[in-house]
């Protein structure tokens, strides 16, 4: 069973720029499609960001559209999230999914705020 472990969260400001990385280990994800999911309080966990193992096909929750970018390096075994012009609305955790195996990450916290 694959272990995903996600790091990169913290505090910024408004505005700010933040990328996570979810690192995979004990089995390669190259074919997988991976998935970045965020949990908010009082709700549950919702897609934020999609990319496919066959070609590397994006896509986004509209929330993010033009703000995120989703993309993997294969060869470190590792997704990334790229998150730019962060706002409050965006503080959650975030955490790593594949898709294909339905395997989860732990979470990492991002926090926005002045």
């Known amino acids: 069973q694959v272990q995903l472990v996600e790091s990169g969260g913290g505090s910024v400001q408004p505005g700010g720029s933040l990328r996570l990385s979810c690192a995979a280990s004990?089995?390669?994800?190259?074919?997988?499609?991976m998935d970045w999911y965020r949990q908010t309080p009082g709700n549950g966990r919702e897609v934020v960001a999609t990319?496919?193992?066959?070609?590397?096909?994006?896509t986004y929750a509209d929330f993010v559209k033009g703000r995120f970018t989703i993309s993997r390096d294969n060869a470190k075994n590792t997704v990334y999230l790229q998150m730019d012009n962060l706002q409050p609305e965006d503080t959650a955790v975030y955490y790593c999914?594949?898709?294909?195996?339905?395997?989860w990450g732990q979470g990492t916290q991002v926090t926005v705020s002045s």
């Open positions: 004990g089995r390669r994800i190259r074919g997988d499609t």
């Open positions: 999914h594949d898709y294909d195996f339905a395997d």
């Open positions: 990319i496919t193992g066959r070609r590397g096909i994006t």
